[in-house]
C-alpha cells in the first residue's frame, strides 16, 4: 500500500519564504523612484504638520496617535542610513521650531538652540526605529516583535523623561500634553503620570505602522487569521485602558465641593513697560483699578498675577504700603505673585497680603529658576557667560513647597503654589500636594511671548498636574491664560473676551470646586512619582537582546501563528508505509 503527503507549499521552500515569494513582488521602477526621492522630504513634511498640530495653538490631538508613522514606513523599507538621518534631524528640529516659536520675542538664537536641543531626543528615538523596525518585521510576534515594540515605547517615554532632567531640565510638551483637552483620556496620570499616556500613544503609533506595513506587504492571506494584527490590536487594548481610568477615577460619581470663590486680576502689563520707573505709577494705578472692580463684583479672595507690582512687596516699603492700604480698602485678603529682596538676594515669591495682618509671612520663595533669565546654569564652570549674560546670582531659589495659609470667611485652607513655568515640573506640584495643600495657584507672566500659542501650551501643563495630582489647580496670569482646571483635568473656567480671546486685560469671578472624595486622598502618582520610567528601562533592555538572542530563522515570522491551528499532514490509503 502506497501513501501520499499533502503539502500546503512547495518541497524546498520553507513557509516563511513561500509567503514572501507570494506577497513581495519585485519593486516597480516608479516605487524605486518614489522611496528615493520623493518619500524623504514628504516624511519630514508630513512628520512635522503631524506632532506640531497635535498641541496648542492648532489642537488637533487626534493627530498624535499617527505623527511617527511617517518615519516608521520608511524605516520599514531599509533606508540609507545617512539620508534618513538627515531627514529625522531635520523633521525633529523643524517641529520643535514650529512649536516654541513663540519664545522668538525673547530671543531667536535662543529658540534656534533651544529647538535643536529639544529635537535631539525625538532624532535619537528615530535612529532607534531605523535600525529596529527592519529587524523587527518578519520575526515572531510574542518573542521578538512584542518585545521590540514595548522596547521602541519605553525608549520614548525614557527619552523624554531625560529631556525634563538633564541640563536643568526641560519637559516641555510630552506627548501626552497633546491630550490636554481629552480628560478621558488624561485619567491615567493619576496613576502613571505623563509617561504611562505618552507611553499608550507612540505604543498606538507602532501598532498602527505595522497594520499599514502589512496591508502594503501582503497582497494574499490563505486563511483569516493571516490577516490579524496582533501589534495593532494591542495598541487598541492600551489605548481603550487609558479611556477605562475614566471608570477608575471614580468621576462619574464625583461629589462635589464648593471651596471658594476668587476675583482673578489680569492687568496685561506689557512686558517693556513692566519694569520702566517711568510707566510704575501708571501699573499700579492699573492693578488697583481692576481689584476695586473685581472686589466689588465678588469674590472672598483677590488673585494677583506673578511679580506684580513693580517693586518687591518685601524690600521697598512704598509697595507694602500701598498693597496692605489696598487689601484693607476690599476688605479682602489678596494671594498674589510679587518679589521679595533679602540680604540682597532676590526671590520670586507667592505671597498673602490680608486686611488684619497686612503681608503675610512665611511666603512661597519659587524653587526652579529660568535659566538664563533668573541665573546662569553651571556660573561656576563657565563665569565668562556672566559677561554675556549679566545676571549672576542676584536671584534665589526657595529650598522645600512652602504651603500657604488661607483663611476665608470660616474655613481654613492650605495653598501649593508654583510660579512661572513650575507647574511644567510634576516634581514640583506633587512635591507641594505631598505637603497637604487643598489646591494648586500658579502665578505666571507669560506677556513675554507675544499673544501665540505659548499661554495654551503652557495652560496644557497645569491640566496635567491637577490629574496627577488630584487636586484643583487655580492660574492667574499677567496676560492670560487665567481660569481654574478641577481634578479631573476639566477646564472649568477661562478668562477670554469676545474680541480678543484669552489676551486681554481685565478680571472675572469664578468659582472653585472639588471633589470631596480626594480632599485627604492622595493619588498613586504623588506617593510613589515617576515609578513608569522603571518597567521602559526594563522594555528597552528586553527588546534590544530580543533581537540577538533569539535565533532569526526558528523565530521567523508566519502570518497568523498566534491562531493558526497545528498543522496536520494528511495521510491518505494510497501512501507508502
Same mark, same amino acid.
Not at 522668538?104 to 535619537?124: K, N, P, S
Given at each position: 500500500?502506497?501513501?501520499?503527503?499533502?503539502?500546503?507549499?512547495?518541497?524546498?521552500?520553507?513557509?516563511?519564504?513561500?509567503?514572501?515569494?507570494?506577497? *513581495?513582488?519585485?519593486?516597480?521602477?516608479?516605487?524605486?523612484?518614489? !522611496?528615493?526621492?520623493?518619500?524623504?522630504?514628504?516624511?519630514?513634511?508630513?512628520?512635522?504638520?503631524?506632532?506640531? &498640530? /497635535?498641541?496648542? +495653538?492648532? @489642537?488637533?490631538?487626534?493627530?498624535? %496617535?499617527?505623527?511617527?508613522?511617517?518615519?516608521?514606513? =520608511?524605516?520599514?523599507?531599509?533606508?540609507?542610513?545617512?539620508?534618513?538621518?538627515?531627514?529625522?534631524?531635520?523633521?525633529?528640529?523643524?517641529?520643535?521650531?514650529?512649536?516654541?516659536?513663540?519664545?522668538?520675542?525673547?530671543?531667536?538664537?535662543?529658540?534656534?538652540?533651544?529647538?535643536?536641543?529639544?529635537?535631539? %531626543?525625538?532624532?535619537?528615538?528615530?535612529?532607534?526605529?531605523?535600525? *529596529? /523596525?527592519?529587524?523587527?518585521?518578519?520575526?515572531?510576534?510574542?518573542?521578538?516583535?512584542?518585545?521590540?515594540?514595548?522596547?521602541? /515605547?519605553?525608549?520614548?517615554?525614557?527619552?523624554?523623561?531625560?529631556?525634563?532632567?538633564?541640563?536643568?531640565?526641560?519637559?516641555?510638551?510630552?506627548?501626552?500634553?497633546?491630550?490636554?483637552?481629552?480628560?478621558?483620556?488624561?485619567?491615567?496620570?493619576?496613576?502613571?503620570?505623563?509617561?504611562?499616556?505618552?507611553?499608550?500613544?507612540?505604543?498606538?503609533?507602532?501598532?498602527?505602522?505595522?497594520?499599514?506595513?502589512?496591508?502594503?506587504?501582503?497582497?494574499?492571506?490563505? /486563511?483569516?487569521?493571516?490577516?490579524? #494584527?496582533?501589534?495593532?490590536?494591542?495598541?487598541? &487594548?492600551?489605548?481603550?485602558?487609558?479611556?477605562?481610568?475614566?471608570?477608575?477615577? !471614580?468621576?462619574?460619581?464625583?461629589?462635589?465641593?464648593?471651596?471658594?470663590?476668587?476675583?482673578?486680576?489680569?492687568?496685561?502689563?506689557?512686558?517693556?513697560?513692566?519694569?520702566?520707573?517711568?510707566?510704575?505709577?501708571?501699573?499700579?494705578?492699573?492693578?488697583?483699578?481692576?481689584?476695586? %472692580?473685581?472686589?466689588?463684583?465678588?469674590?472672598?479672595?483677590?488673585?494677583?498675577?506673578?511679580?506684580?507690582?513693580?517693586?518687591?512687596?518685601?524690600?521697598?516699603?512704598?509697595?507694602?504700603?500701598?498693597?496692605?492700604?489696598?487689601?484693607?480698602?476690599?476688605?479682602?485678603?489678596?494671594?498674589?505673585?510679587?518679589?521679595?529682596?533679602?540680604?540682597?538676594?532676590?526671590?520670586?515669591?507667592? #505671597?498673602?497680603?490680608?486686611?488684619?495682618?497686612?503681608?503675610?509671612?512665611?511666603?512661597?520663595?519659587?524653587?526652579?529658576?529660568?535659566?538664563?533669565?533668573? %541665573?546662569?546654569?553651571?556660573?561656576?564652570?563657565?563665569?565668562?557667560?556672566?559677561?554675556?549674560?549679566?545676571?549672576?546670582?542676584?536671584?534665589?531659589?526657595?529650598?522645600?513647597?512652602?504651603?500657604?495659609?488661607?483663611?476665608?470667611? @470660616? @474655613?481654613?485652607?492650605?495653598?501649593? +503654589?508654583?510660579?512661572?513655568?513650575?507647574?511644567?515640573?510634576?516634581?514640583?506640584?506633587?512635591?507641594?500636594?505631598?505637603?497637604?495643600?487643598?489646591?494648586?495657584?500658579?502665578?505666571?507672566?507669560?506677556? =513675554?511671548?507675544?499673544?501665540?500659542?505659548?499661554?495654551?501650551?503652557?495652560?496644557?501643563?497645569?491640566?496635567?498636574?491637577?490629574?496627577?495630582?488630584?487636586?484643583?489647580?487655580?492660574? #492667574?496670569?499677567?496676560?492670560?491664560?487665567?481660569? =481654574?482646571?478641577?481634578?479631573?483635568?476639566?477646564?472649568?473656567?477661562?478668562?477670554?473676551?469676545?474680541?480678543?480671546?484669552?489676551?486681554?486685560?481685565?478680571?472675572?469671578?469664578?468659582?472653585?470646586?472639588?471633589?470631596?472624595?480626594?480632599?485627604?486622598?492622595?493619588?498613586?502618582?504623588?506617593?510613589?512619582?515617576?515609578?513608569?520610567?522603571?518597567? #521602559?528601562?526594563?522594555?528597552?533592555?528586553?527588546?534590544?537582546?530580543?533581537?540577538?538572542?533569539? @535565533?532569526?530563522?526558528?523565530?521567523?515570522?508566519?502570518?497568523?501563528?498566534?491562531?493558526?491551528?497545528?498543522?496536520?499532514?494528511?495521510?491518505?490509503?494510497? +501512501?507508502?508505509?
Amino acid at each position: 500500500m502506497s501513501y501520499q503527503i499533502t503539502r500546503l507549499r512547495p518541497r524546498n521552500a520553507t513557509r516563511h519564504e513561500y509567503h514572501l515569494k507570494k506577497t *513581495a513582488p519585485e519593486k516597480s521602477a516608479f516605487t524605486k523612484v518614489f !522611496e528615493k526621492w520623493i518619500w524623504p522630504p514628504l516624511a519630514v513634511l508630513l512628520t512635522v504638520l503631524l506632532y506640531t &498640530a /497635535a498641541f496648542p +495653538s492648532i @489642537n488637533l490631538p487626534e493627530t498624535a %496617535y499617527l505623527f511617527a508613522l511617517p518615519f516608521l514606513l =520608511w524605516a520599514f523599507n531599509r533606508p540609507s542610513f545617512k539620508i534618513y538621518a538627515i531627514c529625522a534631524l531635520a523633521a525633529s528640529f523643524l517641529s520643535w521650531v514650529v512649536l516654541l516659536w513663540w519664545l522668538r520675542h525673547v530671543t531667536l538664537g535662543g529658540t534656534l538652540i533651544l529647538a535643536l536641543y529639544t529635537g535631539l %531626543y525625538f532624532f535619537l528615538w528615530l535612529l532607534a526605529v531605523w535600525w *529596529a /523596525a527592519p529587524r523587527l518585521e518578519n520575526r515572531a510576534f510574542l518573542s521578538v516583535r512584542l518585545p521590540g515594540l514595548l522596547g521602541l /515605547a519605553g525608549l520614548w517615554v525614557v527619552l523624554e523623561h531625560l529631556r525634563g532632567l538633564l541640563f536643568t531640565g526641560f519637559p516641555w510638551l510630552p506627548l501626552a500634553a497633546s491630550q490636554w483637552e481629552r480628560p478621558a483620556l488624561l485619567q491615567v496620570l493619576s496613576m502613571t503620570g505623563t509617561s504611562g499616556l505618552s507611553f499608550i500613544l507612540i505604543f498606538f503609533n507602532l501598532g498602527l505602522a505595522f497594520y499599514l506595513r502589512r496591508i502594503i506587504s501582503v497582497k494574499t492571506a490563505r /486563511a483569516w487569521y493571516e490577516r490579524i #494584527c496582533p501589534e495593532f490590536y494591542l495598541a487598541l &487594548a492600551f489605548l481603550l485602558s487609558a479611556v477605562a481610568g475614566l471608570l477608575w477615577s !471614580e468621576v462619574f460619581g464625583i461629589q462635589s465641593q464648593k471651596l471658594f470663590t476668587a476675583s482673578v486680576i489680569q492687568p496685561y502689563i506689557k512686558q517693556s513697560l513692566k519694569w520702566d520707573p517711568a510707566a510704575a505709577k501708571e501699573n499700579l494705578e492699573t492693578i488697583e483699578k481692576y481689584t476695586l %472692580y473685581g472686589s466689588a463684583v465678588g469674590g472672598e479672595v483677590v488673585l494677583w498675577p506673578e511679580s506684580v507690582t513693580p517693586w518687591p512687596i518685601k524690600g521697598d516699603k512704598g509697595a507694602l504700603a500701598w498693597a496692605e492700604e489696598l487689601s484693607r480698602r476690599i476688605d479682602k485678603p489678596i494671594l498674589m505673585g510679587n518679589m521679595a529682596v533679602e540680604a540682597e538676594t532676590w526671590y520670586n515669591i507667592v #505671597c498673602t497680603v490680608t486686611p488684619e495682618q497686612g503681608f503675610v509671612e512665611p511666603y512661597y520663595a519659587k524653587r526652579r529658576l529660568v535659566p538664563f533669565g533668573e %541665573y546662569v546654569p553651571f556660573l561656576r564652570f563657565l563665569p565668562f557667560v556672566d559677561k554675556m549674560v549679566p545676571i549672576g546670582d542676584a536671584f534665589g531659589s526657595g529650598k522645600f513647597a512652602q504651603v500657604l495659609p488661607l483663611k476665608l470667611s @470660616n @474655613n481654613n485652607y492650605r495653598v501649593g +503654589s508654583l510660579i512661572c513655568y513650575e507647574d511644567i515640573f510634576s516634581k514640583l506640584a506633587r512635591q507641594s500636594v505631598y505637603a497637604g495643600v487643598d489646591f494648586l495657584f500658579v502665578a505666571t507672566n507669560n506677556a =513675554w511671548y507675544g499673544e501665540e500659542a505659548g499661554a495654551y501650551q503652557h495652560a496644557a501643563h497645569s491640566v496635567l498636574r491637577a490629574v496627577e495630582t488630584r487636586r484643583p489647580v487655580v492660574r #492667574c496670569g499677567n496676560g492670560g491664560w487665567s481660569g =481654574w482646571i478641577d481634578e479631573f483635568g476639566n477646564v472649568r473656567h477661562v478668562l477670554v473676551s469676545p474680541e480678543k480671546g484669552i489676551y486681554y486685560r481685565g478680571t472675572d469671578l469664578i468659582e472653585v470646586k472639588r471633589d470631596a472624595r480626594w480632599a485627604s486622598r492622595l493619588s498613586f502618582y504623588t506617593r510613589y512619582g515617576d515609578w513608569f520610567i522603571l518597567p #521602559c528601562g526594563l522594555f528597552i533592555l528586553v527588546g534590544y537582546f530580543s533581537l540577538f538572542l533569539t @535565533n532569526r530563522k526558528t523565530s521567523a515570522y508566519h502570518p497568523g501563528d498566534l491562531l493558526r491551528p497545528k498543522e496536520i499532514e494528511k495521510i491518505t490509503p494510497d +501512501s507508502p508505509k
